[in-house]
């Protein structure tokens, strides 16, 4: 702290400091007075002596807009007296008028540093009061020196009753006692932090969810002045998302309750279908047993969709290796004389845990009996918008009218399961087209933007 520092805290009120700088300059110009009749040459110095310039700087400083008249009025004093007592020299205005001139110069500099920390200290001060959430700051003592109109109306503690406080007293009115926040493990070397906790003494006692920010307030030559901490009431959130979460799980109960029970009822219809089957050879009637078997099988494909779309999101997306993928979904199928080659080592994407059921249902349109695929394909290519992840077959590929729906849910063909990569793709930003050629095979591209992929 500096002396200038040290005296402003001592003369705290208006009046003291005006006390303060009224003795300090009679003092020093009594001083040199003194000097002056006893025969010193200490008065004639041609620079102003230290004593000389604190009431100049104190005044300055406390009373930027002053401080130059005050200066001025002091030097013009000074030079004054020296002119009367001192003997007459022609030499005066060569030895008097620098000192007088820069003791002025002192007041100005003084001044107009003091005037330009007062006006960031302002708008620092400002844009503190202003912010939305509740914030206060305290020095490296421990005490509050900014506490603004939403920490006022979060807590009831006004600005005046808290400035200046110490002790960890800017805590008791969230938890009823003095004890250290975020604020105060800043000030001791850590962070920025984060925090989410719960008081009991916010909201009328009903308590509240609060999320704390907090972080140092830097000083000179990267020393630490102080902390400041924002807080937020996130009550409301935490309740909405704890109801919506309490709903998705009835949700999902629900739903697992209907998948069970039109799987147990499926089951009967196709025991019903095969006695069915068994007893009837009338080729009509096979015909409609038939019929009713694809409309069944339709409505387990749509029981398994769904099952897997209430997967999708529950575990947050990672950095997937494709190859492995890409084999482990290939293993759950039956690819039979259909060859498969993926040449995607060393490749990661950061996408859903659920990438496998994108290559498992992709593999399976291509492995459809009425695809005539032989071959499937997956490579990657990179590009200057990200990376290209290709899965191909040399089967008959899709006309061009079925393309424009091909990610909506249709009961057969290519629609099968593709709603569902599109959904488990989209949720880190990858898309999927098809760009193949009709009569020479479907070409599937999910398409990776540039940050979600790496070659390891």
């Known amino acids: 702290m500096t002396f200038t520092d040290r005296l402003a805290v001592s003369f705290t009120s208006s009046r003291n400091r005006v006390a303060a700088i009224a003795v300090l300059a009679?003092?020093?110009?009594?001083?040199?007075?003194?000097?002056?009749?006893?025969?010193?040459?200490?008065?004639?110095?041609?620079?102003?002596?230290?004593?000389?310039?604190?009431?100049?700087?104190?005044?300055s400083y406390w009373y930027p807009r002053r401080g130059l008249l005050f200066s001025a009025c002091f030097a013009a004093v000074y030079a004054v007296t020296v002119f009367i007592i001192s003997p007459p020299d022609p030499l005066f205005a060569f030895t008097i008028l620098p000192r007088a001139v820069f003791l002025v110069l002192i007041g100005g500099v003084v001044a107009l540093l003091a005037s330009r920390l007062r006006t960031s200290e302002r708008q620092m001060n400002e844009i503190i009061e202003f912010l939305p959430d509740a914030t206060f700051a305290i020095d490296r003592e421990g005490k509050v020196i900014a506490w603004n109109r939403a920490m006022e109306e979060m807590t009831g503690v006004s600005k005046e009753a808290m400035l200046g406080r110490g002790d960890h007293e800017y805590a008791v009115p969230f938890y009823g006692e003095r004890r250290p926040l975020l604020a105060d493990r800043v000030l001791a070397g850590e962070g920025p932090l984060v925090a989410e906790v719960t008081s009991t003494h916010l909201g009328g006692g009903k308590g509240a969810h609060l999320r704390a920010t907090a972080t140092a307030l830097p000083g000179e030559r990267g020393t630490v002045a102080g902390a400041i901490e924002s807080i937020r009431d996130v009550s409301d959130q935490v309740m909405m998302e704890a109801a919506l979460q309490n709903t998705g799980r009835k949700l999902n109960t629900l739903t697992g309750i209907l998948r069970i029970d039109l799987s147990n009822r499926l089951a009967v219809l196709y025991g019903h279908l095969t006695v069915g089957a068994m007893k009837f050879d009338d080729p009509a009637v096979l015909t409609f047993i038939d019929d009713?078997?694809?409309?069944?099988?339709?409505?387990?494909?749509?029981?398994?969709?769904?099952?897997?779309?209430?997967?999708?999101?529950?575990?947050?997306?990672a950095w997937m290796p494709v190859q492995e993928t890409v084999m482990r979904a290939a293993a759950g199928i039956a690819f039979d004389s259909v060859s498969l080659e993926a040449w995607t080592a060393r490749l990661e994407v950061f996408a859903d845990p659920h990438l496998g059921t994108v290559f498992l249902h992709l593999f399976e349109n291509a492995l459809d009996p009425a695809t005539g695929a032989r071959r499937v394909v997956v490579t990657y290519h990179l590009r200057p918008d990200g990376c290209a992840i290709v899965v191909?077959?040399?089967?008959?590929?899709?006309?061009?009218?079925?393309k424009e729906g091909l990610f909506l849910q249709?009961?057969?063909?290519?629609?099968?399961?593709?709603?569902?990569?599109?959904?488990i793709l989209a949720i880190?930003?990858?898309?999927?087209?098809?760009?193949?050629?009709?009569?020479?095979g479907a070409r599937f591209e999910l398409l990776v933007p540039s940050g979600g992929y790496r070659v390891v």
Request: glycine fraction near 16%; charge should be negative.
């Open 26 to 59: 009679a003092l020093t110009l009594g001083g040199n007075l003194i000097g002056l009749l006893i025969g010193a040459p200490e008065g004639l110095l041609p620079l102003p002596a230290l004593p000389l310039s604190i009431p100049i700087i104190l005044t």
């Open 292 to 317: 009713l078997k694809d409309a069944a099988n339709g409505i387990r494909r749509q029981i398994e969709i769904s099952r897997a779309f209430r997967e999708i999101g529950t575990l947050p997306p």
């Open 392 to 402: 191909e077959d040399d089967g008959v590929g899709i006309p061009e009218a079925e």
């Open 410 to 423: 249709r009961p057969e063909g290519y629609g099968h399961g593709l709603i569902l990569a599109h959904e």
């Open 428 to 440: 880190t930003g990858i898309a999927i087209r098809e760009t193949g050629t009709p009569g020479r």
